[in-house]
């Protein structure tokens, strides 16, 4: 009897411990570094840019129709811990015969990491070491970073795939703890007739986006967003970018309380992927263009984090 009971304790233990280990470890350096773009390189996905992509991208424009995928920039927008101020800065009556008259302004805010906005490679980190090992202590400076600045992407335009997971299940906003799997983004392809190649910008439409200015709260508060194992699944196909409409492109915060943001350091750290985060992509859904040439440039902001960005899909 008592032999039985240490066994049933032992199993129970095992169950126990399984049921609660971290979800998701970061790779080891070795296993990461160098990335696929050579050692020391700084551009990761912005690498698959070029007339290559281009010209994919152009074969793709039919209609001429344009739709842009930025959100407006003010101090109303969801902006959590960061700032967004504008001051208006009339200058003098020009004294001449015309009088001219001018305006300009003054912006205080993270204009790397407000808005819709492109993540760099300088923004995450897994412990001291950044995409590609370059590490944290050694690039980092007061003005900047030394390495990895987001005014290494460039232009970048390429395929758009737009996969509408609220579409999928038949709603306008996934739940706020729906964690977008693999069968997820395998079926929403499927639905769109699609199938995603290197170099691809893949967005994600979870419908959060619709909250954006109706309900700020809400917005910066718990979301749907992509799981572990879909950010994994989407890293091996290859893309130039992963973007979302919510704040964070994956499930925030995420499932396993161990674990913080790891789809950041999976695209970003890992692999070396561009995150855009925060896109607005009612029209987009609204007219169902599910594939379309996708069009940003980010700010050359020398050694920044990342960039505000007005990224468009033209078909």
């Keep these: 009897m008592k032999r039985v009971t240490i066994i049933t304790l032992l199993i129970l233990a095992s169950t126990l411990s399984k049921a609660n280990a971290q979800s998701w470890q970061p790779p080891a350096e070795a296993d990461r570094c160098p990335s696929q773009w050579g050692a020391g390189d700084e551009r990761g996905s912005a690498n698959h840019m070029g007339t290559a992509s281009v010209l994919r991208a152009a074969r793709l424009i039919r209609q001429g129709e344009v739709v842009e995928l ?25 004294p001449a015969s015309n009088r001219r008259g001018s305006n300009e302004e003054l912006v205080v805010t993270e204009l790397g990491q407000v808005g819709t906005q492109l993540d760099g490679f300088a923004h995450q980190s897994i412990g001291d070491t950044f995409y590609n090992c370059f590490r944290v202590s050694e690039v980092q400076t007061r003005d900047g970073f030394t390495r990895l600045g987001i005014e290494n992407v460039g232009m970048l335009m390429t395929r758009g795939v737009l996969l509408d997971i609220a579409g999928l299940k038949g709603v306008e906003i996934l739940d706020e703890d729906y964690a977008i799997t693999i069968q997820d983004l395998e079926q929403a392809l499927e639905q769109a007739d699609l199938t995603l190649e290197p170099g691809d910008a893949v967005i994600v439409n979870t419908g959060w986006g619709r ?5 700020v709260e809400r917005f910066l508060g718990p979301a749907p967003g992509l799981s572990v194992a879909a950010a994994e699944w989407l890293a091996a196909h290859d893309p130039m970018i992963v973007g979302a409409d919510n704040q964070p492109v994956e499930i925030q915060p995420n499932p396993d309380p161990a674990v913080s943001l790891p789809v950041h350091q999976i695209m970003l750290a890992v692999n070396g992927i561009h995150i855009l985060e925060r896109l607005r992509l009612e029209e987009l859904v609204a007219r169902e263009v599910y594939e379309f040439a ?19 899909a033209i078909y």
């Design 294 to 312: 996708f069009v940003m440039q980010p700010l050359r902001i020398r050694g920044a984090t990342g960039s505000t960005v007005a990224p468009a």
């Design 70 to 94: 930025g959100n407006e920039l003010h101090s109303g927008i969801p902006l959590g811990s960061r700032h967004f101020d504008m001051f208006v800065k009339p200058t003098a009556m020009n």
């Design 211 to 215: 909250l954006w200015e109706r309900d």
